[in-house]
């Protein structure tokens, strides 16, 4: 595991990626390079340990959002993602856009993000991140 991993970059790529979803949107691998100062190697493991904190947390896989800009498509380290959740592509991305889509209440519009700060603390001291 790369020894830079940093959870503060990983709960700005996951709020982003909840963006993204909102927004009904795919996120090129270099958006997230060019957004958060990474080499495309660290994009892609930020974007597998999105995922793990997703199926950690019963959450829909936001890494289904990252693609690559010349297939348009996730890179080959989702496909173990979908073979754990027995969907496609297409229905992660459904599911995403549909569990974070927003209405016009100003409650819902914050309920994606109420408490996430707390859930990504608290994921990082259990031991389910990365190691150093």
Known sequence: ????????????ILRYL???AQAKRVVP????????????NMAGFYAGTVGNFCCDNGWPL?????VNTT???PSEGFDAYLEDSDMSWGDCLA?????????TSR???????S???TLVRKWGKDGDQPSN
């Open 1 to 12: 595991m790369p020894a830079y991993f940093d959870l503060k970059v990983f709960s700005n």
């Open 18 to 20: 909840i963006l993204a």
């Open 62 to 66: 936001l890494n289904a959002l990252v």
């Open 29 to 40: 691998y270099n958006e997230l390079e060019n957004a958060f100062g990474l080499s495309h």
């Open 95 to 103: 599911q995403c856009w549909k569990h974070f889509h927003l209405t």
């Open 71 to 73: 297939t348009c498509m």
């Open 115 to 117: 408490g996430l700060t």
């Open 107 to 113: 409650e819902l519009q914050v309920r994606n993000f």
